[in-house]
């Protein structure tokens, strides 16, 4: 079975063409990572930071009214949902957020590779949707839209009246299934570990 799907090709368009995973999703994720890796640290700036990064790929929508047609380099889906995208955010946010003894210790590369990763998951979790165009994973170097062999994960529409409609909350409820339930019990399972290590 193929790994991708080249750009112009779409798994289901659902009668919309410009279609993401929820916003929501993305934000859980993000703060899931906080929770599950930085449990101690109840910081409201590292909180909000790895949610905006976790969604801010999507900010590319914006380009729409702007004249960007969806396949452009800078359109939805591609440079901004990008691996490369994420390292950029990644070293930036970390400058904002990294509080330790220096930069490129070894605290401020591993803050570094947080927000890396979870910069990268808004990529990896939009080349599971069943819709739309693929990912621009490897852009700039590579343009070609990926998605996975599996997409489980139904496509959810942009602007705010097609979202609250019965598709929007179609999407929801399989985000929440596929996604934030997964998310919720990763969070749980590392707290009931940490809990029992420390009271031994």
Known sequence: MPLYWRTGQRRNALEKERSIPTFITHAIVGAAA???????????????????????????????????EYGDFFGHRGFFHSIFFALVVAVLCVQVVFRGPGRFSREWRNCALFFFAVGATHGLLDALTDGGLGIALLSPFDRTRYFFPWTPIPVSPIGLADFLSAWGLHVLAWEAALVWLPAFAVVAACMLIRRSASAR
């Open 34 to 68: 906080v929770k599950t890796l930085y449990p101690a640290d109840r910081s409201r700036l590292l909180i909000a930071a790895a949610m905006i990064t976790a969604m801010l790929p999507d900010a590319d929508v914006l380009g729409f009214p702007l004249g960007v």
